[in-house]
């Protein structure tokens, strides 16, 4: 590889533009995919395996504390539950108060100090009989460890921040409005969902480093699409006796269209693209059924036909969203 583009960094676009050109190897091309990271060498597996060895560690060790909790819980004095939960959390902040914060381990230990800060509140309310509801638990679990999810910047910490941010949401509608299917809790879903989705896409456009990853995002797709997918079919299924599940209806389909729009134009990924190709397949499903009174003899035949002509048109599309980026310059 010549000297002068040794230090220039390669996306798979300019990568496949490069693979066009006839006098391109197959060494060269590998060298290229190498050092743009997406042939991993032997020192990326080594860092691979490293990480996830430290990260099966730390599970097991949550693992372990809930299954000592769980199986000495009588035996174990107040002091000593509360020392127990108390000391899980110190051990670990002091290694990430005294550790470069940009370490795999020093992210990985204010992960341990999260997680061991929700086992310290339920041992807390299990011993004094607080009477809160869950949805505190996992507010108060989730306002407490902010902090530690902005200075960390590690996407897992974020992850575990938006599922305890859902699931109180999910408790707060259910423990105290006495709603649990019920359209507010799929929009109110939708909106967390799509927020956090917008804030990691628009950090993303500022040339972030720390956005490229796309697990996250698409996880945050695949729920906010989810979701109002889910609200439909029931508003479907129901005749729309709610209201608002027509709302989620219509929202969701603009969020299909949304989504097909901005990441097949602005940002590549295919995979919210079929994520949102299979949730408007499972709506016309829904309503194919609906009409024909969910008889065996429709779900066979309709539905079954229904599904092979959207399934391949859906395949055609992805196809040639695919090409079509691929052709850009």
Not at 1 to 23: C, G, H, V, W
Not at 131 to 144: H, K, T, V
Not at 158 to 167: G, K
Not at 203 to 220: A, D, T, Y
């Amino acid at each position: 590889m010549p000297d002068s583009i040794k230090n220039e960094k390669f996306t798979r676009k300019i990568i496949y533009l490069l693979a066009q050109m006839e006098t391109m190897s197959v060494d060269v091309l590998s060298g290229f995919y190498s050092k743009a990271g997406f042939k991993p060498n032997l020192k990326s597996w080594i860092s691979f395996l490293s990480k996830f060895v430290l990260s099966l560690g730390i599970l097991f060790i949550v693992s372990g504390v809930i299954f000592f909790f769980a199986y000495n819980w009588r035996e174990l004095h107040k002091f000593a539950k509360l020392s127990i939960a108390g000391s899980l959390i110190l051990i670990p902040a002091i290694i990430a108060l005294f550790s470069d914060l940009k370490k795999f381990y020093a992210k990985l230990s204010l992960l341990a100090v999260a997680i061991f800060t929700g086992s310290l509140l339920a041992v807390f309310g299990q011993i004094y009989q607080t009477g809160a509801n869950a949805y505190d638990l996992f507010l108060n679990w989730a306002i407490l460890i902010t902090g530690i999810v902005v200075i960390s910047n590690f996407k897992p910490l974020w992850f575990l921040w938006l599922v305890l941010i859902n699931i109180s949401t999910v408790l707060f509608y259910g423990q105290i409005m006495w709603i649990w299917i019920d359209p507010y809790v799929f929009i109110s879903l939708f909106a967390v969902d799509t927020v956090a989705l917008l804030i990691y896409e628009y950090s993303g456009f500022k040339k972030n480093p720390q956005f490229e990853s796309r697990w996250l995002p698409r996880i945050l797709g695949f729920a906010a699409m989810s979701s109002m997918t889910v609200a439909g079919i029931i508003g479907i299924v129901t005749d729309f006796e709610e209201p608002g599940y027509l709302f989620c209806l219509i929202l969701a389909f603009i969020s299909y269209a949304g989504v097909i729009y901005f990441y097949s134009r602005k940002v590549y990924d295919l995979s919210l693209i079929a994520v949102s190709f299979l949730c408007i397949i499972a709506v016309i499903f829904t309503i194919i059924l609906k009409t024909s009174d969910f008889t065996s003899a429709s779900i066979f035949f309709n539905g079954g036909l229904v599904i092979v002509v959207l399934t391949i048109a859906s395949a055609a599309l992805l196809i040639k969203i695919n090409n079509a980026w691929k052709t850009q310059i």
